[in-house]
């Protein structure tokens, strides 16, 4: 099992992306969703979470207000719309899956734990230059 992210590219500084993150072989329905980016030379770092019932989500105070995290069970797909880039936003993004227990529906996944995780993709570059 694993999952796949896409629609990284380049994009100019104020400019949007959308990323997604698709399962291969298994649902997300049961799934916390936490992305992550790791910019070159940096360790990975949490960016924002969403809870398998998609009611509970979380952001890293330097994308707050400005990247927005949904899934859509249904099309077992979780976007990342992040809009208002900077160079700093630069990066390899990544998903990962991680469940959180019979009661942890509503529980947002571990921004600071990328090892809790189950399943993760193989990322998707993310470059704002001008």
């Known amino acids: 099992f694993k999952l796949v992210e896409s629609g990284g590219g380049l994009v100019q500084p104020g400019g949007s992306l959308r990323l997604s993150c698709v399962p291969s072989g298994f649902s997300l329905e049961y799934y916390a969703i936490g992305w992550f980016r790791q910019a070159e030379g940096k360790e990975r770092e949490g960016v924002s979470g969403?809870?398998?019932?998609?009611?509970?989500?979380t952001y890293a105070d330097p994308v707050k207000g400005r990247f927005t995290l949904s899934r859509d069970n249904a099309k077992n797909t979780v976007y990342l719309n992040m809009d208002s880039l900077t160079e700093e936003d630069t990066g390899v993004y990544y998903c990962?899956?991680?469940?959180?227990?019979?009661?942890?529906?509503?529980?947002?996944?571990?921004?600071?734990?990328?090892?809790?995780?189950?399943?993760w993709g193989q990322g998707t570059q993310v470059f704002v230059s001008s």
């Open positions: 969403i809870s398998s019932y998609g009611d509970t989500i």
């Open positions: 990962g899956a991680v469940v959180l227990g019979p009661n942890g529906g509503s529980r947002a996944p571990p921004l600071d734990m990328p090892e809790a995780y189950d399943y």
